[in-house]
């Protein structure tokens, strides 16, 4: 079952999904018996960071404030940039979560940080769940999110924009777990993927595995597929 959990899941998780098999087995022993076997989930690797000295053309005030809950879907929704190491060079991935359902609602990759590619993700997530005016859209006070054209462009969509404060990650943790995750489960775990391979490593993770498949705990061990439906 370890495996096929691609390795990922630590003791909680197991005992969740145990106990979903009907198997009565406390988190102690399960514990106990993967460290006896050896199983345990993979480590989390340092990150590089990419926006700490932008310029900001605009600022906007912490709305979000680290409430990392929301009532429903499409009310709340935090945005990031992350870069990725391959053995080509870097790739910039940004994406914008759902604070409802942890659902990754819209992504953009591409070998630029640039304000495009944050317009290009944002434009997806809108086509993707068509979010009612008055959304709260969270990010940091990076050049591209704090650009005239990005702010500009959440007016239009009658979103509150809302931004941590300068250099602290904290502000947006929802995001940053989600990077951590992505990068510790599926894109770090041995050698250095192909720009191509990062690509499709993201595609059928973000779209697959950890929509259907992945148990989230603040979700209270249910995939963000499954959140989204029994609560809606």
Known sequence: MFQQKKGVYGSPRMHQELRNQGRKHSIKRVARLMKQAGLSALPKRRKKQTNAQAIREERRANVLKQHFQAAGPDLVWVADITAIRTREGWLYLAGILDLFSRILVGWAIGPCADEELVQTALSRSVAHRHPGTGLLHHSDQGSQYSSAGYQQRL???????????????????????????????CLYREALMSKKQVRQTIFSSVEGFYLHHRRHSALGYLTPAQFEALMT
């Open 155 to 185: 007016r239009e969509l009658g979103f509150i924009s809302s931004m941590s404060r300068r250099g602290n990650c904290y502000d947006n943790a929802p995001m940053e777990s989600f990077w951590a995750t992505l990068k510790k489960e």
